[in-house]
């Protein structure tokens, strides 16, 4: 079955400091693999696109990795700050551009 | 930069009662596309519409449901008779091409009471 699914369900960390989201899913066959960032009561924002062949990729203070033999994906912020606290989503394609939607990581950033 | 936008940004419906979504995809997109999100859950995927028909649509998407591209701007979700269990946020979403990135717009909050 086509799963994503994401860890830690919420996070809490103090501004400045850096954090990994984690992503695991079982679609197949894979086609691209996205993080996007949700405000509260917004609508997702794109923050990286990774296919196949992509193992890291960076977007300012955001890197997300991709490890597709072991279907794994990771995001890390650097030097948070209190605007990164949103949700962070995980959306793998597959070839067939059904797309799968993680529940997201819940990422509160403290002063 | 281009935006997707979805008007009204809430409504509030009685059970029973239709409504319609209204949604402003990015003017050179192709694909678009309507999600719905329950407070706390996942984002959940509705129906895609290319070439001015439904090329997908999930099991969500029964026979209350339908969409249309009236005037070739604007992008509709209409909901026959509401339930309770509609209330969602609405998200529509555009993209250019097959391989390009998603634009979503910034929702409706749709409460029925």
């Known amino acids: 079955k086509n799963q994503v699914e994401q860890s830690p369900q919420s996070l809490i960390i103090l501004e400045g400091k850096n954090c990994t989201l984690q992503?695991?899913?079982?679609?197949?066959?894979?086609?691209?693999l996205r993080w996007y960032k949700q405000d509260t009561g917004r609508g997702p924002v794109s923050l990286t696109i990774m296919t196949f062949s992509e193992n890291t990729k960076s977007n300012g203070r955001y890197t997300a990795t991709l490890d597709a033999d072991t279907k794994q994906s990771s995001l890390h912020i650097t030097a948070s700050q209190l605007s990164d606290s949103a949700s962070y989503i995980c959306v793998v394609s597959a070839d067939n551009n059904d797309m799968r939607f993680g529940a997201g990581t819940r990422l509160t950033v403290k002063p | 930069e281009p935006e997707v936008t979805q008007t009204p940004s809430h409504q509030v419906t009685q059970m029973g009662q239709e409504v319609i979504l209204r949604c402003v995809p990015i003017s050179n997109h192709l694909y678009f596309y309507w999600y719905r999100q329950i407070l706390g859950q996942k984002v959940e995927f509705l129906v895609s519409?290319?070439?001015?028909?439904?090329?997908?649509k999930s099991e969500i998407f029964d026979d209350q449901f339908s969409v249309e591209r009236p005037d070739g701007s604007n992008f509709t979700l209409k909901i026959r008779s509401t339930k309770l269990e509609d209330s969602a946020m609405y998200f529509c979403?555009?993209?250019?091409?097959?391989?390009?990135?998603?634009?979503f717009g910034s929702g409706t909050r749709l409460t029925v009471v």
């Open positions: 519409f290319y070439n001015n028909e439904i090329s997908e």
């Open positions: 992503c695991n899913y079982t679609v197949s066959p894979f086609s691209n």
């Open positions: 979403a555009s993209r250019q091409g097959w391989v390009n990135g998603y634009t």
